[in-house]
């Protein structure tokens, strides 16, 4: 299993109000799914982080473009392979 954090730039405020349950809701499935590490907000407002748990980018890719914010153009994403280290 790897991880893979993935940045939701904020694209469009109005809509990211609107979709916010939407989001939240898809998130929420997905944590039940097993694929959510750790998730939350910028509180500048830049956007979110959502670390998710999966075997390959791909699959990551696949569950981001069906998030509402990302379909309904409320947010960007990058996606990039994370190596957690020990403190």
Known sequence: M???????PMKDEEKSKQYREEHLQFLQ???EEGF??????????AGGLVIY???LLEQVEDMVKKDPYVLKGARGYEIHEWEMTQA
Do not use: M, N, S, T
Not at 36 to 45: N, Q, Y
């Open 36 to 45: 959510i590490f750790a998730k939350g907000r910028f509180v500048d407002g």
């Open 2 to 8: 790897k991880f893979f954090a993935v940045f939701l």
């Open 29 to 31: 499935e997905k944590q």
């Open 53 to 55: 748990k999966a075997d």
